[in-house]
């Protein structure tokens, strides 16, 4: 239903004649303006404008935001940017680390390195130097041949340093 309106609303923001009968509404705040049918008509059906008990109309603040929560929602999330530095602390890196290895491995869960690098390229910049950083802090093993990696265990202390 919303979604509709919002056309509804769009369609005559495109109308130069709604928009300016629009933008007259608005002008005229809370008092509103007398009301013109015909003029009121595209915009009434986008339920953006409310009627007065005088004759007067006003901007609907709770169609407007409605409007704006339906177009919001219907927009994908925010990506999270990527991570360009990792922390120069032993112990802030080590904690992202293990952070950004839990979003992108499971427990048990050993891939090649073209797999890994793609993972990695999702949440960072320089892929090559956080996968170093991952093995050389003991967050990610591999094997001798680097041809895969899996999740270090957590030492058996619950810290989160080096081991």
């Known amino acids: 239903m919303q979604e509709q309106q ?3 609303f769009l369609a005559a923001m495109s109308n130069g004649r709604a928009r300016e009968r629009f933008a007259r509404i608005a002008l005229g705040h809370h008092e509103g303006v007398a009301a013109d049918p015909a003029a009121d008509s595209l915009l ?3 339920r953006v404008i409310e009627e007065l008990p005088d004759g007067r109309v006003r901007v609907d603040e709770a169609g407007l935001r409605a409007l704006l929560d339906q177009a919001r929602s219907s927009l994908p999330p925010r ?3 990527k991570l360009e ?3 120069r602390h032993a112990g802030q890196r080590v904690a992202a680390l293990r952070d950004l290895a839990e979003r992108i491995l499971a427990i048990d ?3 090649r390195e073209p ?3 793609a993972r ?3 949440f ?3 892929v090559p130097r956080v996968r170093r950083a991952m093995v050389d802090d003991g967050v990610l093993a591999r094997e001798r041949d680097g041809s895969s990696y899996w999740r270090s265990p957590l030492p058996s202390d619950g810290s989160q340093g080096t081991p």
Do not use: H
């Open 79 to 81: 990506p999270e940017p």
């Open 109 to 111: 869960e050993s891939v």
């Open 124 to 126: 960072v910049t320089d």
């Open 6 to 8: 919002l056309i509804q």
């Open 85 to 87: 530095q990792l922390p």
């Open 120 to 122: 990695l390229g999702e």
């Open 115 to 117: 797999e890994l690098n």
């Open 44 to 46: 009434g059906s986008a």
